[in-house]
């Protein structure tokens, strides 16, 4: 069994006149407004109380592992052991050397052991910098060389987000949860309402963390949800005929992902286009050309200070959206055709390009938007079970995916002769093959990785691939607010399932 842990986002509304509580939109939490637990502005500062708290007893405990280091050692469950021998009276344990009731009394079992965990974390991490700081120290001073680097200094002020364990908080429907709450002189059971996401039948709920989002305060679950983890690539590629890969290719114009399914044996059973790049581009191109209007008619940019944020919030928004829908189609394709590795190629660096100032800013978004892409394609994949992997990008737009040989990259109307980067058409002059260039690209991109494991399995050294199970142990956090602003389009997107070799697919 392997977990799988994703956070949903429970938005608390701020008052009875909070527009996005009433909108109802999707994950939201909001206070019962209704007496006798309606939501007052007194609860928020409940919550505050309850934050500050568990920050002041977390600083306390990562005071008490700075004075007994060896807790580091222990495994998770021995150091809360420890960690409360030392701190918490108990009558065979009556004078602990640190109480912890000397700063703070009566804290809940639960709430504490919540605390522990997180001074733990946060020793954890502040001496393992510290020790490798010491070590390169250590080799410079051997070395002769000058040492000016300064240590890595213990957390100054804590600022965490309080965990609430089983115990402080109970009755969790699927509209409300009571919570256990510190309102600054006694402990306090509030209910709050939540509106969420449904919770997947087959996922489990983790302990709710209470997070403060500039004046609002949001309830942070996640969720894990726990599925056999798949076989390795190796594996599926080389003891079972019947695995089925998805290789993608990403590109910069029109299609701005093209996928084909590939038997391992080979045989191509899929392919689809999935387009929406011209529009973005156009769009982009708009607000940039406006910014860089706005720049030259107000002159100088105050430095520091983010100039025309609503425009750039604007393009952010939709690269965002493109970006999700892309991967989310990715996914569903991979999995319609129950293929069950993802292949991209590596990105590789983002070349400059020349021009004005809307046409430099465009494809560098568009190199960007890419990377996000198959981010997100990667986390939605292994939710579904699904492997992703990434493969030389080395000449996939310059070879035949049917015979190797180089081919001859064209436009429409143009000579099939030549290399045209960029251009969308393909001819290999040694084998006769004719087609959309992306789509040739993503053949390879499958190619590669197919070859890559089954080379490796005759006896011949593999080459060097970055392979990553993107094994997800922490948090997707899913922001339903972005996601409110602008009323999803559909974009175009063209199928060409099952086409048949040598079939342009370009308009
Ligand atoms: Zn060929």
Redesign the pocket.
């Known amino acids: 069994m392997d977990g799988f842990v994703f956070c949903i986002n429970l938005r608390g509304g701020q008052g009875s006149n909070d527009k996005r509580v009433h909108r109802g939109a999707e994950g939201n939490l909001a206070w019962l407004k209704s007496p006798p637990l309606g939501y007052q502005p007194h609860h928020a500062a409940w919550f505050a109380a309850t934050q500050r708290l568990f920050n002041q007893v977390a600083a306390f405990y990562f005071e008490v592992i700075a004075a007994h280091e060896v807790v580091l050692d222990l495994s998770a469950k021995e150091a809360l052991t420890a960690l409360e021998t030392l701190t918490h009276a108990t009558k065979e344990n009556p004078t602990p050397v640190m109480p912890l009731a000397e700063i703070a009394e009566n804290v809940p079992a639960m709430f504490r052991r919540a605390a522990i965990h997180a001074a733990l974390g946060s020793a954890h991490s502040f001496y393992s910098h510290l020790a490798k700081w010491r070590k390169r120290k250590e080799k410079a001073q051997a070395k002769g060389k000058k040492w000016t680097s300064r240590p890595p200094v213990p957390p100054r002020s804590w600022n965490k987000s309080a965990t609430l364990y089983a115990g402080q908080w109970k009755e969790r429907h699927d509209s409300s949860i009571m919570l256990k709450l510190w309102t600054g002189t006694c402990w306090s059971w509030l209910r709050v309402r939540i509106t969420g996401r449904e919770v997947p039948a087959d996922a489990e709920l983790g302990s709710p963390s209470l997070i403060r989002r500039g004046n609002e305060w949001w309830l942070h679950t996640p969720l894990e949800k726990h599925f056999s983890s798949p076989p390795t690539i190796k594996k599926q590629v080389t003891t079972s005929a019947s695995t089925k890969i998805c290789a993608v290719d990403l590109n910069l114009n029109e299609q701005v992902a093209v996928c084909t399914i590939q038997a391992v044996a080979g045989t191509i059973l899929a392919t689809t286009f999935i387009g929406g790049g011209r529009e973005i581009s156009g769009f982009r191109k708009k607000q940039l050309g406006r910014i860089a209007r706005n720049r030259h008619r107000t002159g100088i940019i105050a430095e520091g200070e983010q100039d025309n944020v609503d425009l750039w919030r604007k393009i952010r928004n939709r690269d965002e959206y493109l970006a999700h829908l892309v991967s989310a189609r990715i996914v569903q394709f991979a999995k319609k055709h129950q293929a069950t590795i993802l292949v991209f190629e590596h990105l590789g660096n983002l070349k400059p390009q020349k021009g004005k100032y809307s046409r430099r800013g465009n494809s560098k978004r568009a190199f960007w938007m890419k990377g996000r892409i198959l981010t997100y394609a990667k986390y939605k994949a292994w939710n579904e079970g699904i492997i992703t992997s990434r493969v030389n990008p080395r000449k996939t737009s310059r070879e035949?995916a049917?015979?190797q040989?180089l081919v001859v990259r064209y436009a429409q109307g143009m000579p099939a002769e030549g290399y045209t980067p960029g251009t969308p058409l393909v001819l290999?002059q040694?084998?006769g093959?004719r087609g959309n260039a992306d789509r040739n690209a993503s053949l390879l991109i499958g190619q590669r990785l197919l070859a890559h494991y089954q080379q490796s399995t005759q006896g011949k050294p593999p080459t060097p691939l970055a392979t990553e199970r993107s094994v997800k142990t922490e948090g997707v956090v899913i922001c339903q607010e972005a996601k409110s602003e602008e009323g999803p389009s559909i974009l175009p997107a063209r199928h060409a399932d099952g086409n048949e070799h040598g079939t342009a697919h370009d308009v």
Do not use: I, L
């Open positions: 035949c049917y015979c040989s290999c040694a084998c093959m």
